[in-house]
């Protein structure tokens, strides 16, 4: 294995390991960047109106590569800086390095690009009520990413540049969007501003079947026709009108969609039953500024007032919420490794549930505007956690909750109630001397202290960081294979954990 150079970024880490050597107690200060499962969606919402979109705070991650891919390949120029190319100015400056080559369409060509498949709204939308300024591209605001990073340039994201044409192919081809499960959110704005759209059906984690039935029906409520013709969703509307639509399950992905198609349906659309994550409230704040009319972001309810007007709908600038997982994973860290950590970068709202419960267990913690700061001087007690829609502990914790309940004292469990088959990491951390029991859709761990290391792999974005964070607090070389799965989420991981004090690196496996 060769080890690669330290300050590399983790863009593509096909074939490469995390080498963990542990234990290691942790401390200092690290910041987060924007949450990929906001970046994602704001990216899809561009396609709504023509026009130049910046949007800053974004995460160095391959499923942001992948979303600049798709939106080439419906036709967007799309230009990913890193944050050392960043400092916000120089990110929107045209002579700043564009990191994801343009050329990178993928397989477009598969898909007849025909004046027929193109879309051509007729006009040119708002483009000049768009506004650059410093408070426009990274203000404060309710979702709180804001100026966390002003604190230290190390801790900023990077910045995106998309400029959207007047025409756009309503297609997103298969080999683009097999590779990450939220590529259906392009679903909606396409349709919204198209009338149509051939959107293949998504891949994503490894965690089970996720269907997209919600999707379609709500949209359904909203005028479209759909079928679903060799793996390919084929979606038409005369015209879009609102309506109300009552979610079984307040699906985050099928809100997003149904909100993006909304606001510029005719008429009212109300959701209930939508999700309240904050990134849906992220994608609420950018939609408005576009000149969306949206009531109710955070709540069950969504009330959208659809603006016809493609005059009145436009680009816009924004700062991507802060990644309250990532945030949590560095906390979960410190509750296996002990040590004294404070993260930037996260609003503490938005993981209220998960740090009263580490606090039960023993955690200190404490949390301003913008941080959280966590301390473990000793074994932490076990505790039951129950995954739920937000504002309950978030699902994609799972593997880091379990990777900390088999270290503390006592039995604990997790129970997951949205992704019935998130289990895979199990037999890994059992590899690492792991006491954990599956019954029906609760994990018991019984917590036996320290873990020792092992050659253990990452099946999806959270499991493997689960596992990588496991080593930290492991004795002995811990090899986590499958890294890319963990940089299509985590920006930097083996990195900021050295920054605290860790030793993890990246190795060709
Ligand atoms: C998003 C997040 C994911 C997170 C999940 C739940 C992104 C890119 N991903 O995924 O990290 O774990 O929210 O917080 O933002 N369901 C249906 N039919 C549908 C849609 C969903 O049955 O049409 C089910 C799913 O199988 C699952 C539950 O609803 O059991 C929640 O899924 P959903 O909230 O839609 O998750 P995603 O948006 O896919």
């Known amino acids: 294995m060769s080890v690669l150079d330290a300050d590399a970024p983790e863009l593509d880490l096909a074939g490469h390991s995390f080498v963990v050597r542990g234990p290691s107690a942790l401390k200092g200060t690290l910041g987060v960047s924007g949450a990929k499962n906001s970046v994602l969606k704001l990216m899809a919402a561009t396609l709504l109106a023509e026009g130049t979109y910046r949007i800053s705070n974004v995460p160095r991650i391959t499923d942001v590569g992948l979303m600049a891919e798709l939106l080439r390949a419906i036709g ?95 297609v997103a081809p298969r080999n683009i969007v097999d590779r990450f499960r939220a590529s259906i959110v392009v679903l909606g704005p396409m349709l919204a501003r198209c009338g149509k759209a051939v959107v293949a059906l998504p891949g994503g984690d490894d965690f089970g079947h996720r269907p997209i039935d919600m999707h379609l029906q709500g949209l359904a409520r909203l005028g479209v026709e759909s079928e679903t013709v060799d793996g390919y969703v084929h979606a038409r509307a005369q015209e879009l009108r609102g309506d109300t639509i009552r979610l079984d399950f307040p699906s985050v992905g ?9 606001v510029r349906a005719a008429g009212t659309t109300v959701i209930d039953n939508a999700a309240r994550e904050p990134e849906v409230v992220d994608l609420c704040e950018f939609l408005v500024k576009m000149g969306a009319r ?60 998960l740090c009263g419960k580490l606090a039960d267990m023993g955690m200190e913690v404490s949390v301003d505007d913008r941080s959280i700061s966590a301390a473990v001087s000793s ?37 997951e109630n949205l992704f019935a088959e998130r ?9 690492m001397g792991a006491d954990i029991r599956i019954d029906s859709h609760h994990v018991v761990i019984e917590g036996t202290g320290r873990l020792s290391a092992a050659r253990v792999k990452a099946h999806d974005i959270r499991a493997g960081a689960a596992l990588v964070i496991a080593g930290v607090g492991a004795q002995g070389e ?23 004090g860790a030793d993890v690196s990246l190795s060709r496996s």
Do not use: W
């Open 478 to 500: 811990t090899v986590v294979s499958d890294a890319h799965h963990i940089a299509r989420g985590y920006d930097d991981l083996a990195g900021k954990l050295r920054s605290l």
């Open 379 to 415: 074994r932490l007690s076990s505790a039951k956690f129950s995954t739920l829609p937000y504002p309950g502990v978030a699902t994609d914790l799972k593997p880091l909750l379990v990777a900390l309940l088999a270290t503390t004292d006592g039995v604990g469990s997790v129970t």
């Open 294 to 353: 949206i009531q109710g972001a955070g709540s069950s309810t969504l009330t959208i007032e659809g603006v016809e007007d493609v005059e009145r709908f436009g680009p816009a600038d924004h700062c991507v919420v802060g990644d309250r997982i990532v945030a949590a994973t560095y906390l979960a860290a410190v509750g296996i490794a002990s040590g004294e950590i404070t993260v930037t970068g996260v609003n503490p709202d938005h993981l209220a549930v």
């Open 76 to 170: 967007c120029e799309v230009a990913v800086y890193s944050p050392g190319a960043t400092g916000a100015a120089d990110a929107f400056s045209s002579s700043a390095e564009t990191v994801c080559s343009p050329d990178a369409t993928g397989a477009a060509d598969a898909f007849s690009s025909s004046a027929e498949d193109v879309c051509s709204p007729g006009a040119t939308g708002a483009a000049d009520a768009f506004s650059s300024s410093a408070e426009d591209v990274c203000s404060p605001g309710a979702t709180g990413a804001a100026d966390a990073f002003s604190s230290s340039a190390e801790d900023a994201g990077g910045s995106l540049v998309i400029d959207v044409p007047a025409q756009i192919e309503p």
């Open 254 to 262: 099928a809100t997003e969609n149904l909100l993006m198609a909304a």
């Open 423 to 431: 289990f895979r990491y199990v037999d890994d951390l059992r590899a």
